[in-house]
């Protein structure tokens, strides 16, 4: 079974569905079924996260920060060179499978918090399971 992969196709199925349901008028069954397959689509299209330790680039003097995800933090004068920058672990947060990381907020002081929130996540139904 293909999962929906944006809510354009979601809007789509949807309309097709309103469609014969007004067309053929079909049994309620069939509309139980014809919904619980979209369904299934929908909870197989979830995101799905996995707890990742989260790092910062740190000037050594200065104690400056940059994110990882932007652009290089040193601009190559002198006592802004790459040699002058280091990896810091910041914490714990969440890589997503669409390719983001994080959830909006700084990160997580313990891995145990980070997957407990991300666990919070998939019991409430807004994330899969990975």
Do not use: C
Not at 9 to 36: D, F, I, N, V
């Amino acid at each position: 079974m293909r999962k929906i992969a944006n809510t354009t196709e979601l809007q789509t199925e949807l309309r097709r569905l309103l469609a014969s349901s007004q067309e053929e008028y079909p049994s309620r069954s069939h509309m139980a079924s014809e919904l619980s397959k979209l369904a299934r689509r929908l909870v197989t299209a979830k995101k799905k996260g996995e707890v990742i330790e989260s790092k910062s680039w740190k000037h050594k003097s200065s104690g400056a920060t940059a994110s990882l995800y932007g652009a290089v933090p040193w601009s190559g004068s002198t006592g802004d060179e790459k040699s002058d920058w280091e990896l810091e672990t910041t914490g714990y947060t969440i890589s997503w499978d669409d390719g983001t990381i994080g959830v909006g907020r700084k990160p997580f002081k313990t891995k145990a918090e980070a997957q407990a929130h991300l666990d919070k996540m998939v019991e409430k139904g807004l994330v899969g399971k990975a």
